[in-house]
């Protein structure tokens, strides 16, 4: 059979050329070599009846929205010519030009936010219309095991084994950027409970199919309860010995003896630097590879990829890419699925949800990936940190959908092959479904596991396409926004699934520095794209629509809303010290549409976020966190991008903890936000709280002693709103006892800075 056919490339007749080792078509697709033994299969018929397998739909209440939107934008229009025509003649110029430019920057960032709620859609899937099933190829990955324990590991690879899909079309990988002998001995285990757990699982139809989770849920019905009791027992025995591994840091020399695979680790190996290695623990062919009943078994594979002080190995995008050529020897699955290590798969249905979107008749082809919502499990009642992402969850993804397709958020997200590897789409494009095995029968597990190795090497990416045009990108730290859009670029279209039954759901952060250290990573990243080749107006330029350029644009311009959101925190609080107004008196009529346009603008926030599924208090934690995310992570952030740009900065990956200790978890339940430590994050909180006050005080000294409320009134209801949202850090500085307290250093340190600030100003 013809190699090019066993490639993902399209249908059609392309000259190859050989690209290291990469067979590159003409159309621009590339896929691995060595695959020819593999028989394509174009389907038509996805289904008996040709229907449709997925459902588009309009959210309702735009007609509403758009009046809406049209009159918050003549406010806007109003305050921009407002802020034009009064420009002051002599004192408060600098100041007064500082939140004109604030105010035209939160303005136009609005206008760039509409692209996102003029036209949301949301789909359904009609999964049981289905009857074809390619093979997917699903990613896991981890890098330390200290912030990664694997049980999480575990749980996630067993909740994507048992999902309710043909298992002989599945393949489990594993990626272990620590190259931990723990994480090998506990994917080991996990294959044995594998055999006890899937078919449990399909006896039953389990839809949470992470036992960790399963097992935390109560209330099982008395019919399953000795197959419960059983399995349960050896979950628990299996977790036991987990996290004896894990707590020893090592296996006994007896263990090693159970696996050949051991041997991969010696007294040199560390996670830093160590060759290539390949383990294929359920191999889907032998006996060993049935479950309980005699099923066959999903394949699984742990793999991590070489590492060598040396070279630098792109983080969790080098994973990736190199699961992507591993995968192409052993299964190449047409559709690949990348998950977090800490994201268990909550709906049995997923696959079968995914593969209606790029099966469907009419628009299925062009669709390059297929996004789901990232949830978290560990959110408290009132979301204090912020995590859920409920807006963009439920609407604005929603809206990105229908300007031409959602971005890429890291993990639950289905790809195309030939999309991921680099492929343009065209409209003669035509999928191709393998249908059969792609991997010679003959051959032994463990050649197969040799000729995998040289896909995982340090070199072999040297002078090839990979992390630019093949696979996923290099050199940002938000791999997954820039891949997505690389995809768009190419011509791919996505789409969005959020069904009511949560399809991954993973762990948010609980601590609040770990929360703006991981907004920092995202909004650098996403601002480093923004002043790349890779910026959407250019790079999408004529690809993709301008209303999707403009919806990426809004995510990736996080980082520089950090200046004005300061300026407003800031400055209006330090000219009510000297008595300079920077708005519009309450007499005069230019106060309407400020008072429209912010009061309007948080009633309808309010609105959305409820109608969204939250809670008026979560409302307002999220309001904080908008606060202190763009006062820390933002500004750091953006000054890391531009300092990176011009080479000062090297590019990192903070990976965020999965587990805390015992008193801050109990804190966390409580909704009690955690300080703790002494970070330069935290005392420019405390900077910003304490200005405000001070503020506040002087204005109302002015107002009692002096009776000039008129002109002051926006300015002190500022920092009204300023200390109201700060309350948690008054809190934390004064008044709690408890270890997350603000440590007291950070306290006096912020406090003699904006006393002096004041001061100072109060002087000059
Ligand atoms: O060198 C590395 C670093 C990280 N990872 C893995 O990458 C994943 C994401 O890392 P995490 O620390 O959990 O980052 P988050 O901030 O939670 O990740 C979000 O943001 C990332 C981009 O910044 C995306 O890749 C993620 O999918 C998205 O969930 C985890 O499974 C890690 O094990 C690696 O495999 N290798
Ligand atoms: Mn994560």
Not at 74 to 99: D, E, K, N, Q
Not at 383 to 404: H, I, K, Q, T
Not at 665 to 670: T, W
Not at 735 to 759: E, H, N, Y
């Amino acid at each position: 059979m013809d190699g090019a056919k066993g490639c993902y490339g399209g249908g059609f007749h392309q000259k190859r050329v050989v690209e290291g080792g990469w067979l590159k078509m003409e159309n621009g697709g590339y896929c691995g070599a060595g695959n020819s033994l593999s028989k394509m299969v174009t389907v038509r018929d996805n289904n008996c009846f040709n229907l449709p397998l997925i459902e588009t739909k309009p959210i309702k209440g735009r007609l509403a929205y758009k009046l809406y939107a049209s009159s918050v934008f003549v406010g806007i229009c109003l305050i921009w010519a407002y802020r034009f025509s009064h420009f002051p003649a002599t004192i408060g110029r600098c100041a007064w030009l500082i939140i004109s430019l604030s105010d035209l920057w939160f303005g136009l960032y609005w206008l760039l936010s509409q692209s996102l709620r003029f036209n949301p859609i949301s789909r359904s899937t009609f999964n049981q219309r289905l009857t074809f099933f390619p093979a997917v190829d699903i990613f896991v990955c981890t890098a330390d095991t200290k912030r990664e324990p694997p049980i999480i590991v575990i749980n996630s690879v067993l909740s994507v084994l048992a999902y309710d899909y043909p298992p002989e079309k599945l393949t489990v990988y594993l990626s272990d950027d620590a190259g931990s002998e723990v994480l090998f001995y506990a994917l080991l285990q996990a294959s044995e409970f594998a055999k006890h757990w899937l078919p449990f699982c399909k006896k039953y139809h389990v839809k949470t199919t992470s036992p960790g989770a399963y097992f935390s849920k109560r209330g099982e019905s008395n019919e399953l309860f000795d197959d419960w009791l059983l399995i349960k027992k050896l979950y628990n025995q299996m977790q036991h010995r987990i996290e004896t591994a894990t707590s020893l840091g090592g296996v006994s020399e007896e263990t090693r003896k159970l696996h050949n695979g051991f041997s991969e680790w010696n007294f040199n190996t560390t996670s830093s630097d160590h060759q290539p290695i390949v383990q294929i623990l359920i191999d889907g062919m032998c006996s060993k590879s049935l479950d309980v009943e005699g099923c066959i078994l999903p394949k699984l594979v742990y793999v991590a990829r070489e590492k060598r002080t040396h070279y630098s190995h792109n983080f969790k995008a080098g994973a990736l890419n190199a699961l992507i050529r591993v995968s192409s020897v052993i299964s190449n699955g047409p559709i690949i699925l990348t998950v977090d290590c800490d994201v268990y798969s909550n709906n049995s249905k997923s696959v079968r949800d995914a593969m209606c979107c790029f099966m469907d008749e009419e628009n299925g082809k062009k669709i390059g990936y297929v996004q789901f919502p990232q949830s978290s499990y560990n959110i408290t009642t009132h979301d204090l940190y912020a995590s859920c992402f409920r807006v963009p969850n439920e609407l604005e993804m929603g809206g990105m959908d229908a300007n031409g397709g959602p971005c890429y958020i890291g993990s639950g997200c289905f790809f195309r092959r030939n999309a991921l590897c680099g492929a343009k789409y065209t409209e003669i494009f035509e999928a191709e479904w393998n249908t059969e095995h792609t991997t010679n029968e003959k051959e032994s597990t463990s050649v197969l596991q040799e000729r995998c190795k040289p896909h995982a090497s340090c070199t072999y990416e040297k002078d090839t396409q990979w992390g630019k045009e093949i696979g996923l990108m290099y050199g940002f730290p938000t791999e997954d926004i820039v891949t997505g859009l690389a995809i768009q670029s190419r011509g791919w279209k996505s789409a969005y699934l959020n069904p009511k039954n949560k399809g991954f759901i993973g762990i948010a952060p609980t601590t609040l520095l770990d929360v703006l250290v991981q907004h920092k990573r995202w909004s650098e990243g996403h601002l480093s794209i923004l002043i790349s080749k890779c910026c959407p107006f250019l790079y999408g330029y004529k690809t993709i629509p301008f209303t999707l350029q403009m919806s990426y644009t809004l995510y990736l311009l996080w980082a520089p809303n950090c200046l004005p959101t300061l300026a407003y925190v800031i400055i209006p609080q330090l000219c009510l010290l000297k008595d300079i107004p920077l708005f519009p008196r309450v007499s005069s009529i230019w106060i309407v549409p400020f008072l429209y346009v912010i009061i309007s603008q948080y009633v309808y926030s309010l609105g959305e976020f409820v109608s969204c599924g939250g809670s008026v208090k979560g409302w307002w934690n999220e309001q904080r966190m908008w606060l202190f995310k763009r006062a820390t992570s933002y500004l750091i952030a953006f000054l890391d991008a531009l300092l990176s740009q011009f080479g000062f900065s090297e590019l990192g990956f903070t990976v965020t903890p999965k587990v805390v200790d015992e008193g801050v978890l109990q804190r966390y339940k409580k909704d009690v936000m955690e300080f703790g430590s002494d970070s330069g994050m935290f005392t420019g909180l405390v900077f910003i709280a304490m200005i405000n006050v001070f503020g506040l005080f002087w204005g109302l000294k002015r107002v009692v002693m002096d009776r000039v409320l008129d002109q002051l009134v926006l300015q002190i209801g500022l920092c009204v709103v300023v200390v109201s949202i700060s309350l948690p850090v008054y809190e934390g500085m004064f008044v709690r006892k408890d270890q997350g307290k603000m440590p007291l250093s950070v306290t006096c340190k912020s406090v003699i800075l904006a006393f002096m600030t004041c001061v100072l100003v109060l002087c000059s």
